[in-house]
């Protein structure tokens, strides 16, 4: 997955700016954590088609994209087809650099094939202020949609939350705490 | 879906936050050794999934599977993962192509390979990672028992 890590190297940079002022003011590095959770990774057929969802519809930041390089380690990753083209796009939200990446599968009939069991095997779950706008948007996009539905926290607080699928059928959960 | 709050009011909270990604596993005694022992996550909790679950709805699953539901978190990324246990249907491995990845930075890259290994996991071939900005480090993929990918990372060299 040698060029899926290149993007990195962006949200590198505040942290080394922060780490450096720390240097500078003479206090200790942060031991860094044994594990670290990087990002979750989703494979779309269409970048631009996804991107209308995770930027336009959900509100994340978009990165960087950028081509990712024949023969890459992603390919082993996920077991694509030699043949197949990959573009990569990572996307932050304003506190959190790179925790989403999109990587776009094309010339291969990967997802013609229906490479998606009916069955979501895997989730990404976000929390947002703005419900209704996402709603809103996502059902302007012509997303599925899974009813709302209200939840309490494990703390006594209650919220909302509402499950869609984006184009390539990858869940996205987002919640609201409402109190 | 019983969603788990991290942060502290009255903060201003942003307008999207990536809470947690979530897999679907088999046997969950079975994928928490992977999460926590291999990979050094730290097990939060674990619940028995309420019969009304809205996971029930957004992941299609049939009603009648029991489910189970566990948080794991970094120390300082609490609740960024989470996985849950279908039991009493029938759940195949996930098919490749895999669809998605969860990628983890791993400072005892070494001790995780081994440790994998030993589990017994579907590990594939090392991989040189170069970045764009010339930091130099190592990658590694690997399946979970239910086929799950997960890609762990260690940077080992920065340019000047």
Redesign the interface.
Known sequence: ??G??????LW?LAPYAFFCALMVGGAQAVA????????????ISDLDTALSVYRDV???KLVAVRALPKGG?AY??????AEADLRFAVLS????SN???LTE?KNTS?FEAG????????????????FDGVIARAKTAGLTM??E?A?T???G?A?R?Q?LLDF?H??I?I?Q?IK | ?????DEKPPVE????????????VSDLDRALPVYTDV???DLVFVKDSAEDS?SY?????DRSAKMRFAVLG????PN???LTELKGID??D???????????????FDG?MRRAKAAGLTV??E???????G?K?R?L?FLDH?G??I?I?LILEHPE
Do not use: W
Request: aromatic fraction near 10%; charge should be negative; hydrophobic fraction near 40%.
């Open positions: 997955m040698q899926l890590f290149n993007i990195r190297n590198r860094q954590d044994e594990v670290r959770f990087q990002r979750s990774n989703h494979l959900l509100g994340l380690y082993e990753l996920f077991q694509l087809p939200s304003d506190s959190q925790i989403l990446a599968v990967f490479g998606q069991s009916a069955l979501s095997r895997v989730g990404i779950v976000l929390e947002v202020q703005d899974f009813a539905n939840f926290t494990s703390d607080g919220g939350q499950g390539d990858n869940l959960v919640y705490i | 879906m019983t969603q788990i709050t909270k942003p307008p999207v936050r990536f809470q947690r990604s979530n897999y679907i990979l050094g996550l809205y709805e957004v992941f299609q699953i970094t120390p300082t990324q960024c993962m989470a759940l195949a996930v098919p490749l192509p895999s669809r998605s990845a969860i990628v983890l930075e791993c400072t005892d995780v594939f071939e991989g040189n990672l170069v970045t764009k900005d930091r480090g990658e993929g239910d799950n990918l890609v990372y």
